[in-house]
């Protein structure tokens, strides 16, 4: 058994565990080199690798129905709906409401080197994702009167270029002292026979853990601690590579209160059967929850209704609203938190004195799994082309070719809407949120200036 000083309950708990393959290298590093990996090793929860190593499989409720969901109203002034924005808004202006971004995604498979968030997406302005929902956010505090928290969830490789981003812009306006940027946890992959890996001599390769891993991180984190002390009492949670979502929503947040939900989530219809998205289903136990694509069977994919369009036809956004005392009973033991998934992955591993990729086992969880966890869930229809155009690829579906023509368009409807006149030279329209927040916020008389790119501010 090697030995460092000050270190011996690890070294010991490794060798316990049958891992103390990770020592292999020992000899050859330098004393900074051995603490890192001792400090690695400290923090891992080695009876938690055990329990999750023997998943090895998803298992998957087989008997569930299509989820409820509250339907958008044909008049826009629906008593129902009326009552929830007013409540909302009421909420919001009492200092309720703090906004909740999971960012810890890179680039890449936009071609882009950095954070997700930093990723240049405004049609005219070219502002990036970080950016937009900043402003969002800025423009909410300014229309309703009140400071609103912004917590931003990022991974350990893009967490100090995202702090920088947003010192480097003066937090795009908002209070520094109210934006809470921190990483989310990690948690080691395994090999197929569910050992420790390398990714070099002296460095364990570890993964996030997953979406569902931020609301664990609100209580590591301290962030939880400092919404409860200001009163906070729902978090709205969404994701980066979003831009149309609609942050502070008081229809939203209205429904939330006056469901006393612990958990809201907004749904999209799905466009056409096939569509690989998860949806919202009601398991045998009563409890709602979501079932992603690629675990539904076959039938359910393709099942009717009785009109003929598609049964299971909520889709999932990531666009959802936490509960605040939800959130610290969810995290706050051991044995009462989200479950964990296995996906097998190819891993770069440093073995046998070299660097290779070999199959491993990646563990994460996913933040709608704590819907099923909740006494009381809402639902909530949302149009796709008014909030969701995700970033997710370089072209095609889905990119920020896609996003920007959604933005367009739906600025285009918004001003039409109201009356505005659009010249025909006009080829693109962005419109700030410092502008309008939504469609009723456009000021009348509001004049489109005839030029090929618009930028309303």
């Known amino acids: 058994m090697i030995s460092f000083a000050g270190y011996d309950d690890v070294i010991q708990r490794v060798y316990k565990y049958k891992q103390e393959h990770v020592f292999q290298y020992w000899d050859q590093l330098i004393d900074s080199e051995k ?18 190593f023997k998943l090895k499989e998803n298992s998957v409720p087989e008997d569930f129905s299509p989820a409820p ?21 009421q909420f919001i202006k009492e200092g309720k409401v703090a906004a909740f971004l ?24 070219g502002k990036t994702l970080f950016h937009f929902h900043a402003e969002k956010i800025r423009a909410s505090e300014i229309k309703y009167g009140v400071k609103i928290p912004f917590l931003i969830m990022t991974s350990r490789d893009n967490h100090e270029e995202t702090v920088d981003f947003f010192r480097e812009n003066h937090f795009f306006g908002l209070t520094p002292a109210l934006v809470h940027i921190f990483p989310q946890n990690m948690i080691p992959s395994l090999d197929l026979d569910g050992k420790l890996i390398l990714s070099d001599k002296s460095t364990i390769f ?16 301290g962030a939880l601690k ?40 907004k749904a999209l219809m799905k466009a056409y059967h096939e569509e690989k998205t998860g949806v919202f289903v009601r398991f045998k136990n ?22 003929g369009g598609i049964l299971y036809c909520a889709a999932n956004p990531a666009i959802h609203l936490f509960d605040i005392k939800f959130v610290d009973k969810i995290t706050g033991s051991s044995n009462v938190n989200l479950p964990y998934h296995v996906a097998k992955k190819k891993i770069e591993a440093f073995k046998d004195g070299q660097q290779c990729e070999i199959t491993g086992l990646k563990f994460e969880k996913f933040v709608f799994d704590a819907i099923p966890m909740a006494e009381k869930t809402v639902i909530l229809e949302t149009k796709r082309e008014e909030e969701f155009a995700p970033v997710k690829n370089a072209s095609g579906a889905d990119s920020v070719h896609t996003a920007q023509a959604m933005m367009n368009a739906l600025f285009r409807r918004w001003l039409s809407n109201r009356g505005v ?37």
């Open 102 to 125: 999971v960012a810890g995604g890179q680039g890449s498979r936009l071609g882009f080197k950095g954070p997700k968030g930093k990723f240049p997406v405004g049609p005219v302005s």
């Open 35 to 52: 603490k890192a990996l001792l400090d690695e090793l400290g923090i891992i929860d080695f009876d938690l690798l055990e329990k999750i």
């Open 286 to 307: 009563g409890k709602l929850g979501i079932i992603e694509y690629s675990d539904m069977p076959q039938e359910k994919i393709f099942a009717k209704d009785s009109e």
């Open 206 to 221: 570890m993964n996030p853990d997953g979406h569902g891993g931020s609301l664990s991180a609100l209580r590591s984190s």
């Open 226 to 265: 400092l919404l409860e002390d200001m009163g906070i009492e729902v978090i709205s949670y969404f994701q980066v590579d979003n831009p149309l979502v609609k942050i502070i929503d008081p229809i939203f947040i209205g429904f939330h209160i006056l469901n006393k939900a612990d958990v809201s989530s």
């Open 421 to 457: 006149k659009i010249p025909d030279v006009v080829d693109v329209i962005e419109i700030s949120p410092f502008f309008a927040l939504q469609e009723s916020d456009i000021p009348e008389g509001t004049i489109v200036p005839a030029q090929e790119k618009v930028y309303l501010e």
């Open 69 to 89: 969901y509250i339907k958008l109203p044909e008049d826009e002034r629906d008593p129902e709906f009326m009552k929830a924005r007013d409540l909302g808004v």
